[in-house]
């Protein structure tokens, strides 16, 4: 599958296990079947917008933050959205964890 759908299914789960919600929950919210929603996740399947708008009412995300810092194939070698993808992958307290070690790291540098 093409690395859009690779991006855009590891978004959807990041938001589903930062919100805590099973594959199956999202697929009840959203009116989809679970294992459409585990193939979306692996990007195994492209989906319509509307099932993905579906998804992202089912995990209270608007499709702009789905589609967020998406580039074209030139950036893949992009640290900052490496790093962006790395972080957005993580829990909301992991990411805070990573924040706090990225300002304390700065601060070390500066002195």
Not at 44 to 67: D, G, M, P, Y
Request: glycine content about 4%; hydrophobic content about 30%; charged content about 30%.
């Amino acid at each position: 599958m093409s690395d859009i759908a690779k991006i855009i299914g590891q978004r959807i789960r990041n938001y589903r296990t930062e919100k805590n919600l099973s594959q199956e929950k999202v697929a009840e919210l959203s009116g989809l079947h679970p294992t459409y929603i585990g193939q979306l996740e692996r990007g195994e399947k492209n989906c319509t917008l509307e099932s993905l708008w579906s998804v992202a009412k089912a995990l209270e995300v608007s499709l702009s933050q789905i589609f967020e810092k998406i580039e074209d194939e030139d950036s893949t070698d992009s640290i900052p959205l490496k790093c962006y993808e790395f972080i957005a992958s993580k829990t909301k307290a992991e990411q805070e964890q990573l924040y706090r070690v990225l300002l304390e790291m700065d601060k070390y540098k500066n002195k």
